[in-house]
C-alpha cells in the first residue's frame, strides 16, 4: 500500500462555504466555469479545506506548528515553524521556509503529503441569494447587502502519500536530526541521501487522525448565518498500491430524488473501480444508508468483488480507526 485516496459526498443546504471577496454589496461564491456545458460550478478551494483540517486536528488534541512572521529577502512572510518530525500539520500539509542549515542559509520546503483541490458541486449554481440589512438604530441610514447562497451536493477528493508520511528527508525537507531512525538510500544520480523516520505507531496515529477528521470535516464560511453540516454522507477509501489516484470524479450522484434520498451513480463507480482494480489493495464504500435511495444495489454490484467493501458510516468510522500501514 503507497497510498490512500479518499473521495466524500456531501449535501450542503442554504450555505456559503467559501467566499470568492464582494462585488459591490454582493458576498459572492467561490465558482468555476464548465468549458462543456457553460455553467457555472460551486467549489470550496483547498487551501480553505486545508485550514479547517487544522483546526479539527487540533479539536482532536494534536499540537500545531505554530505560525510566525518571518523577513525573507527583505519581506514580511507567515510561515510555520518547519518542524515535520514534532507538528503532524507540517509533516501532513507540507511548508517552505528559510533556515540556517549546518551554518549555511537554505530553503526548507516539503511538498504536501495529502493533497486536495477542496471542494466541489456536482450540480451547477442557481443564483440563489441570500438578502439583508444592517439596521441603524439611529436613523434611516441601513446598509443593504446580499450573500450568495447554494443548496448542492459537494465532492471532496484528497490524496495521501503513505510512504512520505512521518519520513524526512534531509537537507532538503529537514535539517539533521537526532534520536530518529535514519534511512541512507541513493537517488538516481547514485548520490547518497538520509531520511529519517518517526516510529511506525506513529506514523500510523497520524494516518488515522487525518482519516477522522475528513470524516468529521466541518467548517466554512459565514456559518453564523448560514450554518450547515459538512461531514461526508458517503466516503470511497481506497488503499493503492501505487500512486495514482483512480477515483477522482467517479462517486457521483444522479440528479431527482427517491422519497427524498439520494441516488448514487453506481455504474460509473463500478467501471472506474473494475478499469484500475490492479492498483487497489481495498476499497471500502461507506455511507449513511437512509440517506440513499439504492444501498442493496449498491452491495449487489460489488459483491463479486474481494477487494470492495461496502459499509454503513459507523462501520467504516470504526474501520479506519483500526488502520494499520501494513494493510
Known sequence: MR???????TKVEGANLNSNGTEGVIAVLKKVRDPV???????VSGQSVKYHLRQLLKELGWELSQVVPKSERGQKVIVSLGEP???IDDDLFGYMIA??????????????????????????????RDFGVRYDPSGDNHNIYETE??????????????????????????PKLDGLEAIKEKDVTGREVTFYVLPKEERERRLRAILEAIMNYHGGAKLSNFFTKVYPEVMVVALLRRKIPVIGDALSVKPGYVDGKLIL?????????ETFKDNIEKLYI???????????ELREAFKDMENVEVLSMKELRKRLKELKLGE
Do not use: C
Not at 497510498?3 to 459526498?9: C, F, G, K, S
Open 3 to 9: 497510498a490512500i485516496e479518499v473521495v466524500t459526498l
Open 37 to 43: 456545458d457553460g455553467r457555472e460550478y460551486v467549489r
Open 85 to 87: 518530525h514534532k507538528y
Open 99 to 128: 533556515k540556517k542549515v549546518d551554518g549555511k542559509n537554505a530553503t526548507l520546503r516539503r511538498t504536501a503529503v495529502v493533497r486536495t483541490n477542496g471542494m466541489i458541486s456536482l450540480f451547477p449554481y442557481q443564483e440563489d
Open 149 to 174: 447562497i447554494t443548496t448542492n451536493v459537494m465532492r471532496g477528493n484528497f490524496f495521501i502519500e503513505l510512504d512520505r508520511l512521518g519520513v524526512f528527508k534531509e537537507g532538503l525537507e529537514v
Open 265 to 273: 451513480d453506481i455504474d460509473r463507480l463500478k467501471e472506474t473501480v
Open 286 to 296: 461507506g455511507l449513511f444508508e437512509s440517506r440513499f435511495a439504492n444501498v442493496e
